[in-house]
């Protein structure tokens, strides 16, 4: 290859070794540039001449004539005198430039995404990106005013926005769909009357499983289409809802790469790492849709995504804009059904960023998405805090969310009035409406991760209501959809509710409870869910003794009792004989956390109260568990139980009378 030419950006040109040619002033490379877009055919002189000047001065064919031979020798500096330029000739009337197909960057691109086409997805891919990798800035960079480029400037621009969008077709049919919604967030943003780009950018979303989010962005696409240019969607657009909304098996994604979720959190984090681009808004919204998708794979992508959510926060208000910290915060809204904190100190910081954000919105109607999304975040994360500040914001998101006509928001505040449901005994009936409004809404809006949640807040509340038949059906149902739309996280609490179900049964021996809770530990290994796997095993171990009847239970205190071991302490101290400070610690104890396992915990002060005979203790654990009468206690945590709370109550009015 000899010369090669670049107009993908400002006009310039090449030697053989890749050494930018020097080709002098403006009118030069005007000419070179002219002569380009003829694509190997003659420009007179004369057209040549009214192109460069508005108003021709005196001797311009001259001047032109100069540009030409100044041209030739940058372009041929080898080319012995007086001899014909095989480059740069002169025919007729006027000059043709007669570069090979390959020798300019914009030509090549023409092949190469012609010839993308005709490639399998992973070499389409490449080539594709390689080929948008020649770009250096807007096509014919330096002449965007020229009428001249006017023509070929739009058709090199509608050719490159063709070229992203194949390539994103390409990553989704190569099963790379997560890794693809970043650049067509991005993409969109630009270019928001690319009606491909809004199609891609729904399928994409589909296929991660975010199909409430697939919908929202096809409504944002008609919303801006009817906004800015007074058009209707197109019939791709049209189609691709209604195939959304009939969840079309069409629309299924390819099985992607054992290694998608590592590939995933690298390409999330890479994503950050270029928020200091001038694109740092638009990436900062697409990052935190990946951190929340890491999310749902558990394990270490859980795990990961906690850390990185605080940046990508931390990152947004960096910019002092309330409405973009506002829309990261919100946009994690990853389904939560443990209602203890896996973070504390994240939750809190979540929290205050949280708060800042909704300070600063504007009080206008326009923002009352994102001020539900806000405060369905801070009553999720102010989970068992007791703090009157959660309730309330459940409250308030989910009155907000019901005015609005957006299912997903209303879905993350029915998840975080969830979050609040449990501040005392007996709210099982309140947390079985919740997820039945969950799975009917999620249902009928294709949200798929929150109608896995709320099947399994209804494995929990029908098993604390001792309906394990409309338990088990739950129970079957979200392992279905967990397998459907791969949430592996699902299997730790089905397998739990397994060896619930089994203890609550009455038919199996305490040894063989005690190994399906061990069995169902296990698979905690890896989870990446500290706040429901610290001190799980050792509680569900002393529940299958207690529910044997008995009072006076072995506990040794060197097991890894997590957020229990003060209510564990007792057992501890009244097995020592130190009965005055076991009933000092039980008469220390706050109420319990405001979490599923409330009416555990009344139950483990009960048992030491019995033994003690403390009336005061007594009475106290009575009115706590009396809202819960009839249910199985422990059960609304989809985890343990300890029985009927009808027997609890029976004894302890016993050990009242006996007192």
């Known amino acids: 290859m000899g010369v090669v030419f670049g107009v993908l950006g400002p006009v310039t040109a090449w030697d053989a070794a890749g050494a930018p040619i020097a080709l002098k002033g403006p009118r030069h490379r005007a000419v070179l540039a002219r002569l380009i877009i003829a694509r190997r055919r003659v420009v007179p002189v004369g057209l040549?001449?009214?192109?460069?000047?508005?108003?021709?001065?005196?001797?311009?064919?001259?001047?032109?004539?100069?540009?030409?031979?100044?041209?030739?020798?940058?372009?041929?500096?080898?080319?012995?005198?007086?001899?014909?330029?095989?480059?740069?000739?002169?025919?007729?009337?006027?000059?043709?430039?007669?570069?090979?197909?390959?020798?300019?960057?914009?030509?090549?691109?023409?092949?190469?995404?012609?010839?993308?086409?005709?490639?399998?997805?992973?070499?389409?891919?490449?080539?594709?990106?390689?080929?948008l990798g020649w770009w250096r800035g807007p096509a014919y960079a330096d002449f965007t005013d020229e009428h001249w480029t006017r023509a070929e400037r739009s058709r090199l621009a509608e050719l490159r926005l063709h070229a992203v969008e194949r390539r994103a077709q390409a990553r989704l049919d190569a099963g790379l769909a997560a890794e693809t919604v970043p650049d067509l967030d991005a993409h969109v943003s630009e270019h928001p009357w690319r009606e491909s780009g809004?199609?891609?950018?729904?399928?994409?979303?589909?296929?991660?499983?975010?199909?409430?989010?697939?919908?929202?962005?096809?409504?944002?696409?008609?919303?801006?289409?009817?906004?800015?240019?007074?058009?209707?969607?197109?019939?791709?657009?049209?189609?691709?809802?209604?195939?959304?909304l009939a969840q079309d098996p069409g629309l299924d994604r390819p099985a992607e790469p054992e290694s998608a979720a590592a590939r995933l959190w690298t390409r999330a984090a890479a994503d950050y790492d270029r928020t200091v681009a001038a694109s740092a808004r638009t990436r900062l919204d697409s990052t935190i849709g990946l951190i929340r998708d890491l999310a749902v794979t558990g394990g270490?992508?859980?795990?990961?995504?906690?850390?990185?959510?605080?940046?990508?926060?931390?990152?947004?208000?960096?910019?002092?804009?309330?409405?973009?910290?506002?829309?990261?915060?919100?946009a994690y809204d990853v389904p939560a059904v443990w209602t203890r904190s896996d973070d504390p100190e994240l939750a809190r910081r979540i929290v205050a960023a949280a708060e800042r954000a909704l300070a600063g919105l504007p009080p206008e109607p326009a923002h009352d998405a994102t001020r539900a999304r806000l405060l369905s975040t801070i009553a999720l994360e102010m989970r068992g805090t007791r703090s009157p500040r959660g309730p309330e914001a459940a409250a308030e998101a989910e009155a907000l969310a019901r005015r609005l006509d957006d299912p997903a928001v209303l879905a993350f505040a029915l998840n975080g009035a969830f979050m609040q449901s449990c501040t005392r005994a007996g709210l099982a009936a309140r947390r079985d409406a919740i997820g039945a409004e969950l799975v009917e809404l999620s249902a009928r809006h294709g949200l798929a991760s929150f109608e896995v949640l709320g099947h399994l807040v209804r494995v929990q509340a029908r098993g604390a209501l001792a309906d394990f038949a409309t338990a088990d059906r739950h129970a079957a149902e979200v392992e279905r959809l967990a397998e459907r739309h791969e949430r592996p996280l699902v299997g730790v609490f089905t397998q739990?509710?397994?060896?619930?179900?089994?203890?609550?049964?009455?038919?199996?021996?305490?040894?063989?409870?005690?190994?399906a809770y061990r069995t169902a530990a296990r698979s905690l290994d890896g989870a990446g869910m500290p706040g429901l796997s610290a001190g799980l095993l050792p509680l569900a171990l002393l529940s299958a003794r207690l529910l044997d009847g008995r009072n006076r239970v072995e506990v040794d205190m060197d097991d890894d009792w997590g957020p229990y071991r003060d209510w564990v302490e007792p057992f501890a101290l009244l097995n020592a004989g130190r009965r005055d400070e076991a009933k000092a610690a039980l008469h220390g104890l706050p109420e319990p956390p405001a979490d599923l396992m409330y009416e555990a915990m009344c139950c483990l002060e009960a048992a030491v109260a019995l033994e003690l005979g403390d009336t005061p203790l007594l009475e106290r654990s009575r009115s706590r568990l009396l809202p819960a009468a009839g249910e199985l206690a422990g059960a609304g945590s989809g985890l343990l139980t300890f029985g009927p709370v009808d027997a609890w109550l029976a004894r302890i009015e016993r050990g009242i009378t006996a007192g």
């Open 48 to 131: 040549l001449v009214d192109d460069l000047w508005d108003v021709p001065p005196p001797g311009a064919v001259g001047a032109v004539r100069t540009f030409v031979a100044a041209l030739r020798r940058a372009l041929e500096p080898d080319r012995p005198p007086r001899t014909p330029s095989r480059l740069l000739v002169t025919e007729g009337p006027g000059y043709a430039l007669r570069a090979e197909p390959g020798d300019v960057d914009a030509w090549r691109f023409e092949q190469a995404v012609s010839a993308a086409a005709e490639l399998p997805p992973g070499r389409a891919q490449a080539a594709l990106d390689e080929a």
């Open 198 to 244: 809004w199609r891609l950018l729904a399928l994409a979303l589909y296929r991660t499983g975010r199909q409430a989010d697939a919908l929202a962005v096809l409504r944002r696409a008609r919303d801006i289409l009817a906004g800015q240019l007074g058009l209707d969607p197109g019939p791709e657009l049209r189609r691709m809802e209604s195939a959304v």
């Open 300 to 330: 270490p992508g859980l795990e990961a995504a906690r850390g990185h959510r605080l940046a990508a926060v931390a990152a947004a208000e960096e910019f002092g804009d309330p409405e973009l910290t506002a829309r990261v915060i919100g």
């Open 496 to 515: 739990w509710y397994a060896a619930l179900r089994l203890a609550a049964s009455g038919q199996a021996s305490v040894a063989e409870t005690e190994a």
